[in-house]
């Protein structure tokens, strides 16, 4: 058992691959085609604008205390966190086939740096839209700092969850792929992303409450406005327990089937 | 030390699970060896290699590796084909921690691969030779104490396989070598230590030469053994033949290829002239028995080379070193 010293520790592997699957994943992302990264970010930018101009052309000027368009621009980013990191994480695996060619590198590798990439784009992405609102003369507060990077936390980590589960699934199921893009379709108007939570009369309130999505979003919304009402029942716990669900149940669908995501 | 536990490997066909390929292997190859593998086509060598190397996994059964051990060399797998050369090559330095000198390797690699500009390229513009020629150079700029082989030679031209084969030398008391090799002369200059493929069981012998000396037994292996001045009587014939047309020296090249143990395909035209060549220099090519095709007949004495007829296209033969395949058919004939 000589020479396991010059052995890298498993730590060090780990950190070493995903530096380079985040640098490969940024390479391609935003490097790829002409102005890339601008369209990334264009893209929610599009979303929010064209929302607004319906909104504003019924006369509603602003949601249970909140200006409109800053309820929009927060809601849509919030989703959109949470979309863009469980799509990405989902073909992660299918993406980076080839790298699996290597010892070190591991799917659950790809899962994560895919969702760190997404996140980092989806941050800057907001920031910047904060900026536009800013610049835009609307009245932008960032008031409660630690609440919007709980939600905003609490957001990435269930898109990282749902992608982790569904790149094992989709991977060894196909066929169901095809069902979760018209499943998640209506997850995009029951997040409260288009309408407030508030205004939907029972039983359908209590059946959206069980979106997690819900509650990041209404929490990210509070932390960005003192006077916005919102439902007395959001709970960051329900979020982050969603959350650590998903993701645990990913870990072990990962360490399930680690074999059969490299050899199929 | 790799220490491979009963493995058991089978590989999906549309059919459902296919034969074993790798039947209960069970083996410790000791550090710092050199172990050549030794097995008909289709034995599993290249199965084997993959397991040892990480990019595949065994059906059953387990591998440990106690050292760094590299994928298959050169065979241009594990290539993002949307990324460049280069952003190929940085990346796998990173995932092998290799970082801190980055830029030397990236140097070396792009000195060694030869590819010239297009190692600024997407991988998906290479052809396979430029593929397996940078992966060869990616493998090499890590350090392994393992580097696995399949087929030293495999890569690239006549050029590229001398500069290979430099390169392992090199190797020599830093790593040490697992390869996969038709040729006794190569697996002679590098291997110390043999593991015999044979019908999915793998032996190991110490001795590189007693592998051989095995695999000959059981397999009859075809390679000419010459000496080495009816060698440069037979090249000599051959060079003193080389411009007379153009189907002779199709013929002949056929006989160089079917000397060094490559089998080879020809058409039943070029087949019959081969044939007729080989019979005017002297050589004697025969097959393990009587194979009744075509018109013609193979009598068995020694066994140089077999010619094995194609069944299923008749216009098509085989030059094969022999095999337990090409002995059935001989069997069924007689």
């Known amino acids: 058992m000589e020479k396991v010293s010059n052995l890298r520790s498993p730590l060090t592997i780990t950190l070493s691959v995903w530096k380079a699957l985040f640098i490969r994943e940024a390479v391609t992302r935003l490097s790829m085609g002409r102005v890339a990264w601008l369209w990334l970010m264009l893209e929610p930018l599009i979303v929010i604008i064209f929302h607004l101009y319906w909104y504003s052309a019924l006369h509603i000027g602003s949601i249970y205390g909140m200006d409109i368009a800053i309820w929009f621009m927060l809601g849509f980013s919030g989703y959109f966190l949470f979309n863009r990191i469980g799509k990405q994480c989902m073909n992660a695996l299918n993406a980076n086939q080839a790298l699996f060619a290597y010892q070190v590198v591991k799917p659950i590798d790809a899962v994560i ?20 609102i800013k610049t835009l003369g609307l009245p932008l507060y960032l008031s409660n700092f630690m609440l919007a990077i709980s939600a905003w936390v609490g957001l990435s ?33 029951i997040s409260g992303v288009l309408f407030p939570v508030l205004g939907v009369p029972e039983p359908y309130h209590g059946w959206i409450m069980i979106n997690p999505i819900v509650h990041g979003i209404e929490y990210l919304r509070l932390a960005f406005g003192n006077s916005y009402i919102t439902d007395p029942n959001i709970s960051l716990n329900y979020l982050y327990g969603c959350a650590l669900s998903f993701n645990l149940l990913g870990l072990a669908l990962h360490k399930k089937y680690a074999v059969k995501l490299v050899t199929l | 030390m790799i220490q491979i536990n009963d493995v ?34 289709g034995a599993g060598k290249s199965t084997l290699l993959r397991l040892i190397g990480g990019i595949d996994h065994p059906t059953k059964g387990s591998i440990k590796r106690e050292t760094r051990v590299s994928w298959p060399m050169g065979l241009g797998s594990g290539l993002q084909p949307s990324l460049t050369g280069r952003q190929n090559a940085k990346f796998i330095c990173r995932i092998y921690g290799q970082e801190f000198n980055i ?36 493998s090499l700029a890590v350090d392994f104490d393992v580097y696995i082989s399949d087929e030293v030679t495999a890569a690239g031209d006549a050029a590229f396989r001398k500069k290979a084969e430099t390169a392992f030398e090199n190797l020599i008391g830093r790593s040490s070598l697992i390869i996969a090799a038709h040729s006794e002369s190569t697996l002679k200059q590098f291997c110390k230590s043999g593991i015999l493929l044979n019908e999915g069981a793998a032996h190991w012998f110490e001795d590189i030469n007693e592998a051989i000396r095995e695999y000959k037994k059981t ?33 002949l090249s056929v006989l160089n290829k079917g000397l060094a143990g490559e089998p080879i395909k020809v058409n039943h035209d070029q087949g019959v002239h081969v044939l007729a060549v080989a019979k ?18 193979l009598k068995s004495e020694a066994m140089p080379l077999v010619i094995k007829f194609n069944q299923k296209m008749n216009k098509y033969i085989n030059l094969y070193d022999a095999n337990t395949q090409c002995i059935k058919i001989a069997e069924e004939v007689n």
Request: a positive charge; one cysteine or more; hydrophobic letters at 40%.
């Open chain 2, 103 to 138: 830029h030397d390797r990236i140097a070396q690699i792009q000195d060694f691969a030869e590819i010239g500009a297009a190692f600024d390229e997407p991988i998906k513009t290479y052809s396979t030779g430029m593929k397996s020629r940078l992966q060869f150079a990616i």
């Open chain 2, 280 to 297: 005017e220099l002297g050589m004697h090519l025969l097959g393990p028995g009587m194979i009744k095709n075509q018109g013609y007949q």
């Open chain 1, 113 to 132: 740096t895919r969702a760190a990439l997404e996140g980092f784009i989806m941050t800057v992405t907001i920031g910047l839209l904060c900026i536009v």
């Open chain 2, 219 to 251: 397999h009859l292996i075809n390679q000419i053994e010459l000496t080495s001045t009816e060698q440069t009587k037979i090249a000599k014939k051959i060079e003193s033949k080389k411009e007379k047309n153009e189907s002779l020296a199709i013929a």
């Open chain 2, 8 to 41: 058991y490997k089978r590989y999906r066909t549309e059919h459902g699970p296919g034969r074993w390929v790798l039947n209960g292997i069970s083996m410790t190859i000791p550090p710092k060896v050199n172990v050549g593998l030794i097995g008909a086509n």
């Open chain 1, 157 to 189: 980590l269930l898109g990282l969850g749902y992608g982790m589960v569904f790149s094992v699934i989709n991977h060894l199921v196909p066929e169901v792929e095809k069902l979760l893009n018209f499943m998640t379709f209506p997850l995009y108007f």
